[in-house]
Every structure is written in structure tokens, then in C-alpha cells.
């Protein structure tokens, strides 16, 4: 199927290659993609069209968007960059590897009061950190909670929701947001930090019940119900959810501010409380004893004929008015001596647990047990232990212990501590019984090798292939994660692989016709290479090419060497030798030396006939018909 996705396949200033889309909101798409200088898998949030042409909500972009980049937390996700290209706006984050809290539920319905209690926390803790930065989300809801492999969580999109009004939020097709939505939101209000405490007591409501608080055909409906309505209890819908769970998590959904806790730190503090304390009952209903009216001449509130309006919509007559009255300052009275009275209690308790006590009496100690090598499930029953300590497991591999047996405790075994009403804790870790993996140096080797290596360690092998001229063909370039990180049967590892260099096809143009220089000149400009040159006779003018190795219009790869042949022009015809006369040789002279006289050597021998020398042409010169035999 063809892809139409403008942005993949694109390298955002030089670094970002985008490789594929993951998901998308209302003002971005999300992509995955890899940095380049840092050779990492990163997620690029780049904003939609129509808000990248608004100058003003970009400002608001930058500044938001910068301004969450300073956020450090292990349960927020980290923004890397805030950065423009030059058809785009675009931020870098961490690329997480899990699933939302929404699609968790979904798959889950109600989770454990123990789940709950644990991304509880994990969130509370991002928004403090947030909230002491002055950052506030403003749409934290399941879709924006990240579930790791470990079970921890990581908050995403701080900052985002506040470029987004309240009728973009009432309008959104999906009603996502506005199901956990802060009455002050619906309403328009002022916004602080309690608005995003309100929407994770939403979010603690859903998971313990598998259903949300509110619901509705639209989302004004719904808005509507966050202001004025007020949902069920918990545990009317799951019983087995712990009351003090359940309170705090209807404190944390109070529409009053006042009666909401005032700081995630707050929250923080309650949830900790309770996982020390699962079985504590935490009292929030704030009573009304009785407040104290307005005085009934030229006050507000005054109804007609005297009558002063009670907080119930009744009239008063002036007598009942005077009786209100003085029973406001008799309870008020009373109430400021019980207070005291309290005041003066409490102080004493303090200072008793605190510092009387230890006057008084000799504290009573214990040893801490030795719970190494037992069954943790048999600890956390047994009330011998749990009775006066709170253990608190974690879990690692170890290959020493059987999946479930503790292998190591803090504070350690026969340490003396003092007992008193308050658990002490220990902390213990539990063998899962997992034999972890190192992950192997596979850089520059054999990539089908490495994977059949990685697939015999029950590791998930994915591979990706890029052009490169430095590494080999089918060498690795890169993996994630690198050599010497710690693995567990069933993780993934991400092999870059070299394709070799990228191949790419030219036309080469014709060059038939033109000078020498001309056609090298064409064959550089279309990434091709002059072969050899070779001069040929021919009819055409000296210097011209008559030949290409490759014709014209020939599609061949970048830096092909095409072979020319160029006319050296024609020789001249060679002219034949005509052959010269000889020389006229002159007859010896008989009586000068070096001739015979007859008979011999000056004796009656026949003279002999003289060698005809040749001439220097090398034609012998013809008999001398003159000279007769002797």
C-alpha cells in the first residue's frame, strides 16, 4: 500500500529520520524515529498544519514546551528538544516501550486496590515534581499514563492541554478529556495545581471500579455532572476496595478546593500513609457545627417584614434570629473549650510517646528475624512477622533462589530494634526466577549470524537496514541496547544492518558527436566516470567521440565507467619507391695491380674474369660484352 505520510522518510534538520507514525491527538501526530548523532530510537511529536500557522499559539508552544523540558523525573517522560523545521514545529521526547493506562483497564477492567495504590503513587509523584516547577497538566487522564515492562509508570504531555480552550476540550469527538475534567475546568475557573489532583482521583475512581464517575450522551452533560453531581462510593460498586483507599480517593475528587487536598505532595503523603497502614480509616467529612449569623440590622441577607434567610432558604422571625444567636455563642464557647481541652490532650500524648515515656519506663526491644530463604507469601501471612513489621517486597532475578523465595532483607537479621505500636519496615528482595542475559558486543559482525546468536538466548530479534558506505553489506552498525546491558528472556533487540552503499541510476546522456571534453564534462555531471580513451582513424574530425561503451538513454549506476572511442582522423596515403638506374661501374685497368697476367701468376695461366661488384642499390651491373675471354 502506498504510503502518503509526507513526513516519513524525511530527516528533520539533519538529525530526525522519521520512520513511522504511532499515534496521534488533537494538535500532533506522534512519530518514532531515530537520531542520527545519537544513533536512538526517539519519539517526534510535530504539530498539525493549521496550529503551525498560528504565530501566536506557537509562542505559547515554545514557551510551554521549553519549559517542560526542564522536568526531571523517573515517572515523566523527558522531553529532548523543542525544535522548528522548515515546513514543521516539532518536539523530541523519550520513545517509550509499553502500553497506556487506558489501554491496561480496558484489557484488566478494576484493578487490584494494590495496582491501584501503585501507579497512584507513581503519578502523585510526577505531579509534585511538576507542580514545585510551577508546571501544571491540566489533562491527566489514562491516555496520557505510559505502563512500562517493570510496572512503572511515566506521565506524558505536561504543559500541552494549556494551549488547548475549554470549547476544544467540550467539542472533542472522543470525549476523552473531559471524563476527568476539574469542576473548576467545566466551569471556566482559575486553574492551579488541585485541578490535576482532582482529575488522578478521577483516574483512582476508574480503576478501582472499572467505570468512570460520570457519564453522559455529550460532553456538556458530562462537564455538568463533575460541578453538580456527586458519584457513588467505590465500594458500593467493588466491596473489596479498603475504606481508607476509597476516602482518599473521594477527597481527591472533592469539587470543593478548599476540601481537596491542597498539593500533590499532600497526596503523596496520604498514599505512602496508607501503604504502610492498609487497614486505617481516614476521616475527611468536615462538620458544621454552626455558623454564626449576621446581625439582623441593614445586614445582607435580610429577608422582608425582619425576617432574616437562613442557609436553607427559610425565613427567621427576629425572636428565632436572638435564640440562633445566643445558642451560636454557647456552642462556640463550648467548642473553644473542647478544642483546648483537646489541644492540652494531644500535647500530652506527644510529649508522653516522645519523651515521658522514656523517663518512665525502659523501652522493650526485639530482634529483627531472619526471613532469608523463606517463601514470601508465607511471611506476608504469617502474624508472628506482620504483627510488628511491614515487609515490603521487590523482586530481582537471582540465580541462587526459586522464583518466590527471598534472598536478601534490610535491616538485616538480629539487628535490635526497639518495639512500639508503629510496624517497623523491612525491606526484602524476591527471587523471580529469572536468569538474566548480557546483551553480546555484535557491532561490524555477520548480521544473520548475530540474529540466529540472539534468537538461541529466547531474545526477540528485530532488524532494520540502512545504506551505508563504511560497514560492510549485512555487517551491524549499531544494536539497542549496546553491548553489556542487562536482558530477559522475551526482550526485544534492535540490529541496524548495513545495506552497503545506496545504489542509485543515472540516464547516461549521448555523447556521440561531441569533443572529448564535452563528454567528460556530461558523464560528471550525471555522476558517472570516463573509462578508458581510445584514438581511432576515422572519417570523423580529429578529437570527436564516435563511440560510447553504453548507449545513450541506458540506464546504469552512479559512477559507471563508460569507454569512449575518438577520432585520431585519416593518414595520408604513402607514396611507392621507384627504383634508380645503377651506377656506371668503370672496367678495371689490366695493368694496374690486383689483375692476373696469363697463365697464372704472371705465367701462361688463364687470367680469371673479374667479380662484377654490386652497386650500392644492390642491382649487380650487367657483363661487359667488350671484353673478351682470354
Not at 313 to 323: C, H, P, V
Request: hydrophobic share 35%.
Amino acid at each position: 500500500m502506498e504510503n502518503n505520510d509526507k513526513y516519513i522518510g524525511q530527516l528533520l534538520d539533519g538529525r530526525y529520520e522519521i520512520i513511522e507514525k504511532i499515534g496521534e491527538g488533537g494538535m500532533a501526530i506522534v512519530y518514532k524515529a531515530l537520531c542520527h548523532r545519537l544513533n536512538r530510537y526517539v519519539a517526534v511529536k510535530i504539530l498539525k498544519d493549521e496550529l503551525a500557522l498560528d504565530e501566536d499559539f506557537l509562542r505559547r508552544f515554545h514557551t510551554e514546551s521549553q519549559a517542560v523540558a526542564m522536568l526531571s523525573h523517573p515517572n515523566i517522560v523527558t522531553v529532548y528538544d523543542v525544535s522548528r523545521s522548515s515546513d514543521c514545529e516539532y518536539i523530541v521526547m523519550e520513545l517509550i516501550e509499553g502500553i497506556t493506562l487506558k489501554q491496561y483497564m480496558q484489557r484488566r477492567g478494576a484493578l487490584t486496590w494494590k495496582e491501584v495504590l501503585h501507579f497512584s503513587s507513581q503519578i502523585a509523584k510526577a505531579l509534585s515534581h511538576a507542580h514545585s516547577r510551577g508546571i501544571i497538566h491540566r489533562d491527566i487522564k489514562p491516555h496520557n499514563i505510559l505502563i512500562l515492562a517493570d510496572s512503572s509508570v511515566k506521565v506524558a504531555d505536561f504543559g500541552i492541554a494549556r494551549l488547548t480552550n475549554l470549547q476544544d476540550t467540550l467539542t472533542n469527538e472522543t470525549l476523552g478529556s473531559v471524563h476527568y475534567l476539574s469542576p473548576e475546568q467545566a466551569k471556566g475557573g482559575h486553574i492551579d495545581a488541585r485541578t490535576d489532583i482532582y482529575s488522578l482521583g478521577v483516574m483512582m475512581y476508574e480503576m478501582l471500579t472499572g467505570r468512570l464517575p460520570f457519564e453522559g450522551d455529550s460532553a456538556v452533560s458530562i462537564a455538568i455532572q463533575h460541578i453538580s453531581s456527586v458519584p457513588l462510593a467505590p465500594r458500593e460498586i467493588n466491596p473489596e476496595v479498603p475504606v481508607g483507599l476509597e476516602q482518599i480517593t473521594m477527597r481527591a475528587m472533592e469539587p470543593d478546593l478548599d476540601k481537596r487536598y491542597q498539593s500533590a505532595d499532600e497526596l503523596v503523603a496520604e498514599l505512602e500513609f496508607f501503604r504502610k497502614n492498609p487497614d486505617e480509616n481516614f476521616d475527611y467529612t468536615e462538620r458544621e457545627i454552626i455558623e454564626t449569623l449576621n446581625p439582623p440590622e441593614n445586614k445582607p441577607g435580610q429577608g422582608p417584614e425582619g425576617y432574616m434567610r437562613s442557609d436553607y432558604g427559610r425565613n427567621l422571625s427576629k425572636e428565632e434570629y436572638k435564640t440562633s444567636s445566643r445558642r451560636a455563642r454557647k456552642v462556640s464557647a463550648l467548642v473553644g473549650i473542647l478544642c483546648v481541652l483537646g489541644f492540652l490532650l494531644v500535647a500530652f500524648v506527644f510529649l508522653w510517646n516522645y519523651w515521658l515515656k522514656d523517663l518512665f519506663s525502659t523501652p522493650e526491644t526485639m530482634d529483627v528475624p531472619n526471613l532469608v530463604g523463606s517463601k514470601v507469601d508465607d511471611v506476608l501471612i504469617n502474624p508472628s512477622y506482620t504483627d510488628y513489621f511491614n515487609i515490603i517486597p521487590s523482586y530481582e532475578p537471582n540465580d541462587e533462589y526459586e522464583s518466590g523465595y527471598i534472598f536478601e532483607q534490610a535491616p538485616v537479621a538480629g539487628r535490635n530494634v526497639i518495639k512500639s505500636d508503629r510496624k517497623i519496615d523491612i525491606k526484602v528482595i524476591v527471587s523471580n526466577g529469572e536468569d538474566y542475559l548480557t546483551m553480546p558486543g555484535l557491532v561490524n559482525t555477520e548480521y544473520r549470524q548475530a540474529t540466529l546468536s540472539l534468537q538461541q538466548m529466547k531474545l526477540i530479534v528485530e532488524v532494520e537496514t540502512v545504506s551505508s558506505y563504511d560497514v560492510t553489506e549485512n555487517y551491524i552498525i549499531s544494536t539497542i541496547p549496546e553491548a553489556g546491558v542487562r536482558l530477559y528472556e522475551g526482550d526485544t533487540v534492535y540490529l541496524t544492518v548495513s545495506a552497503g552503499p545506496e545504489i542509485k541510476y543515472v540516464n547516461v546522456p549521448g555523447l556521440v558527436g561531441r569533443t572529448v571534453e564535452a563528454a567528460k564534462s556530461m558523464l560528471e555531471s550525471s555522476n558517472l566516470t570516463v573509462g578508458s580513451v581510445e584514438s581511432v582513424e576515422d572519417d570523423a574530425p580529429e578529437g570527436q567521440v564516435i563511440f560510447q561503451s553504453s548507449p545513450e538513454g541506458t540506464e546504469v549506476a552512479e559512477h559507471t565507467k563508460i569507454n569512449l572511442s575518438v577520432s585520431a582522423g585519416r593518414k595520408p596515403e604513402p607514396t611507392e619507391d621507384i627504383p634508380q638506374p645503377p651506377d656506371v661501374v668503370e672496367e678495371p685497368d689490366p695493368t694496374e695491380g690486383g689483375m692476373l697476367s696469363p697463365g697464372g701468376e704472371g705465367e701462361g695461366g688463364e687470367e680469371p674474369q673479374p667479380e662484377t661488384p654490386p652497386d650500392e642499390g644492390g642491382f649487380l651491373s650487367p657483363p661487359d660484352t667488350s671484353v673478351e675471354e682470354w
